[in-house]
């Protein structure tokens, strides 16, 4: 290329700091290797051939190609590139993922984030089948080998009927609903909330009154008619269906939190997002 550039073998080879021999043998090498010739040599000046001007093209094509690809792989070492499976329960639907997945985009565009909702019972199949990178979930107890990380604590609320008396008080005391039945999704399907709540009742100093039966939507429609009560995350005041209430607990309040949860470690792109994570929770006070 850079005798083709210079038009001269002398200027070439002072640019490259390399004998001008050194420079004529490897024209000449790579022309017998591709079996045409590529330079038309005069005793004044040297001229590319049609032939020349084509593979001069194409070289540069390659080395331009072969220039972005070293990029790319440093820049997949580093996490900045790259696909991640990031599998994630109902409780961060509303705001946790909306917020980590528009910070992920506006600072490394270059990372595809392919996310899902899962039930948090699932999350450790999930991950050992490698369908999901990594998870973000309430926390909860796993078998060795996978990896945590706390992600965000948010305050926990009273969810329950506008008609129940409770409804227009300002706060409540947790202890005050010892006698209420607690609508809250089975161990099975999310066992981080469920731990959650249950160690939040225990801290009040009462065992709850579980309903186990209700899961998805179900649960608004018991809370509504007031059926019982349950304890939600403060981000879902924005989504409740009518007929529910919302009222924060009294202090000491109770949190829950979120961790990331993942098991391999050769994916790069996992710390970033997480270094993401941690910079957003610093941004917003998360934790």
């Not at 070289?59 to 991640?84: C, I, N, P, Q």
């Not at 409780?91 to 270059?110: E, F, G, N």
């Not at 160690?199 to 008619?225: K, M």
Request: proline share 4%; glycine share 6%.
């Amino acid at each position: 290329m850079k005798v083709a550039e210079q038009r001269s073998f002398t200027r070439a080879a002072d640019e490259l700091h390399i004998a001008q021999q050194a420079v004529s043998q490897q024209i000449r090498s790579l022309e017998r290797s591709v079996g045409v010739t590529l330079l038309r040599r005069s005793s004044r000046r040297v001229e590319l051939t049609a032939e020349g001007k084509v593979f001069l093209a194409d070289s540069r094509r390659v080395l331009s190609a072969a220039d972005r690809a070293a990029r790319r792989v440093k820049a997949a070492a580093r996490g900045e590139v790259g696909t991640l499976h990031l599998g994630y329960t109902l409780t961060t639907v509303w705001d946790t993922i909306p917020r980590l997945l528009a910070r992920v985009a506006d600072l490394h565009p270059q990372i595809n984030v392919e996310a899902r909702e899962v039930f948090g019972g699932d999350i450790p199949d999930l991950l050992r089948a490698e369908t999901c990178d990594v998870a973000l979930a309430p926390m909860t107890s796993y078998a060795r080998g996978f990896r945590r990380r706390i992600v965000r604590r948010e305050p926990l609320c009273v969810a329950l009927s506008e008609s129940d008396l409770l409804a227009g008080r300002r706060k409540i005391e947790l202890a005050s609903l010892r006698d209420r039945r607690f609508e809250v999704w089975p161990r099975e399907m999310a066992p981080g909330f469920y731990d959650t709540v249950v160690g939040a009742c225990h801290d009040a100093g009462f065992e709850p009154v579980l309903d186990e039966n209700a899961a998805g939507n179900t649960v608004w429609g018991y809370l509504a008619r007031g059926r019982g009560v349950a304890l939600i995350n403060n981000s879902l005041i924005e989504q409740l269906p009518r007929g529910v209430a919302l009222v924060g607990l009294a202090s000491p309040t109770t949190s829950i939190t979120y961790e990331a949860v993942w098991q391999r470690d050769d994916l790069p792109v996992i710390e970033r997002v997480l270094a993401v994570a941690a910079q957003l929770a610093d941004a917003r006070d998360w934790r």
